[in-house]
């Protein structure tokens, strides 16, 4: 199944920006593509109170577009028990032409790591055949590496105490070297088989698929001994027992792993440092995929949908790392940088939402009422109830195609809309100050406004002690030159303006003297991006050539 294409807005996400993208993600769908509303910030009250309206749940919230080890494991991966032979280890490496396996328990937790050189040191390795009393194989693991009938015995569990010989000699002289507990391959001689057994060996491999005789049958069951029919020789028996040995006897217990949600850029820096060929992505203890350091790629970039921004310093975390595909705004234009050409929708108007909707009339794709009453809520949103000096005609016609696809009073709703999101007694300073911000860079000045609107202005300027507090930790902790916050009153339909930074005379310039309390009162100012930052940026013009 392919990725969807995230249609996101910008970061401190408000009305518009989460409505808009959980509409135009809808539109794409009817289109047949497969796009997903995300979000990359918190929902603010405004908009809360409109998604609760509809009954719209918030577009899952995603923090960065960094990949991650998710992105490059293998999900379909070969594990093996730690109680599987070694024999079943080569099996699978072979099968599936794989360097290493991770070593689960039942329950599919990650108890160690196996590798083709821990199998390659395992053959080269001086290891004679009588120290498997020492791995913890049971006669279960020899049979099955063996390909072997049981003739004689009954549990195969216990593990072996013996030595293993093979009965090469006469008779006279296997007495002398075999001892009580061993086992011993043998071929087709009665004779050897029999005296083995009187001998008191515990298990008999007999090579070649030879039948055995009665007698010696009867023998073993009398004395207890274990036989076992294979169909290889004895040179092939005397090797496939050494791989009987229990996986968990050689594995790596000390295991480099990765989380799903670790960023390729970390683990990279990790699989250069310890040089393994393979790493387990683990999950609360349990494996769910492997990364190969031979095929480690670069993975296939997400797809994203931008609307209501169209800058880098707004966007989410890790834009860099994704294919930007389409750009539905209405802001300035912020010199965002694609690897191709991509599809821009970019109008002149109050609101994304204005767009949206018309792109759906235009495609002749129905608006549902839930969707017209997000694409309503984001118009009067970002036009304060049309008295937004960048509210245009085409805002106020949309809004009142989408009032009668809704059923709704344009002037109720929003007056109840925006008094929801103007509620800020159950906001501390730093929320305040962090709601719907935006970063911008003018001239040489890397700023940050937010704007807060709100019925009583006064009720915020109330602690603007507090306030200028939580710009300076915004304006130091981001490293910003400036960071504003406009606060403005819908009914007063004015703005007043606090800040914190350098250069301590770029708002003057921008709006003249300011009040001895240290704010701006700037009347009839609505709109940040048409009656704020563009006073800013002719200042820094002035000065500039000055």
């Not at 009817?30 to 990359?40: K, M």
């Not at 043998?186 to 008191?200: D, F, K, M, Y």
């Not at 991006?529 to 563009?534: A, F, L, T």
Request: aromatic residues 6%.
């Amino acid at each position: 199944m392919s990725k969807p294409i995230y249609v996101i807005g910008h970061r401190n996400p408000d009305t518009d920006s989460i409505c808009s993208a959980i509409a135009y993600a809808q539109f794409k769908n009817a289109l047949g593509e497969q796009a997903v509303p995300v979000r990359a910030g918190k929902i603010n009250a405004e908009t809360k109170y409109v998604l609760d309206f509809f009954g719209i749940q918030p577009p899952q919230l995603l923090l960065d577009l960094y990949p991650r080890a998710k992105d490059v494991m293998h999900e379909k991966l070969v594990t093996i028990h730690p109680r599987n032979t070694l024999r079943k280890l080569g099996q699978l490496i072979t099968q599936y032409n794989v360097k290493s396996i991770p070593v689960v328990e039942d329950d599919g937790s990650l108890v160690g790591i196996v590798t083709v050189g821990d199998l390659a040191e395992r053959y080269v390795s001086e290891l004679g055949m009588q120290d498997l009393r020492e791995t913890g194989v049971d006669y279960a693991g020899i049979l099955g590496c063996l390909n072997g009938t049981l003739l004689c015995g009954d549990d195969l569990s216990k593990s072996i105490q013996g030595h293993v010989k093979i009965a090469a000699s006469h008779t006279q002289t296997m007495a002398k070297v075999i001892k009580p507990g061993d086992i011993v391959i043998v071929g087709n001689r009665t004779n050897a088989q029999l005296s083995c057994i009187e001998v008191g060996v515990a298990c008999l491999i007999i090579t070649g698929d030879y039948e055995i005789e009665p007698e010696v049958e009867a023998a073993a069951i009398k004395a207890g001994t274990y036989i076992f029919r294979t169909p290889y020789d004895t040179y092939t028996c005397a090797r496939l027992i050494n791989q009987s040995i229990p996986v968990g006897k050689v594995m790596k217990t000390k295991v480099t792993s990765f989380k799903p949600d670790d960023m390729v850029a970390d683990l990279k820096n990790v699989i250069i440092r310890t040089g393994y060929r393979n790493y387990p992505v683990v999950q609360n203890g349990k494996v769910v995929g492997l990364i190969d350091r031979d095929r480690l790629i670069v993975p296939e970039r997400d797809q994203v949908i931008l609307v209501d921004h169209n800058e880098r310093s707004q966007a989410v975390d890790g834009i860099e790392e994704a294919k930007i595909v389409e750009i539905v705004d209405h802001h300035r234009l912020g010199g965002l940088e694609t690897s191709e050409p991509i599809f821009i929708r970019h109008e002149p108007v109050g609101s994304t939402a204005t767009i949206v909707a018309n792109m759906h009339w235009h495609r002749n794709i129905d608006i549902s009422r839930q969707s017209a009453g997000l694409l309503l809520a984001a118009i009067i949103s970002d036009t304060v109830l049309f008295k937004s000096p960048t509210t245009t005609a085409k805002d106020r016609d949309t809004a009142q195609k989408l009032a009668q696809i809704t059923g709704l009073d344009i002037q109720e709703f929003g007056m109840g809309m925006l008094q929801a999101g103007s509620v800020v007694d159950k906001l501390s300073p730093s929320d305040i100050v962090t709601t719907d911000l935006k970063e911008f860079q003018i001239g040489e000045y890397h700023v940050v406004i937010s704007q807060i609107s709100v019925m009583d202005p006064e009720a915020v300027l109330k602690q603007q002690k507090q306030l200028n507090a939580a710009l300076q930790e915004i304006c130091e902790k981001g490293q910003y030159s400036m960071a504003i916050l406009l606060v403005t009153g819908i009914l007063s339909e004015a703005t007043y303006l606090l800040h914190y930074g350098q250069p301590s005379g770029l708002i003057a310039a921008a709006f003249g003297e300011g009040r001895s309390d240290g704010t701006w009162f700037l009347p009839g100012v609505m709109s940040r991006k048409k009656q704020v930052v563009p006073p800013l940026i002719d200042a820094v013009r002035r000065d500039m050539y000055n």
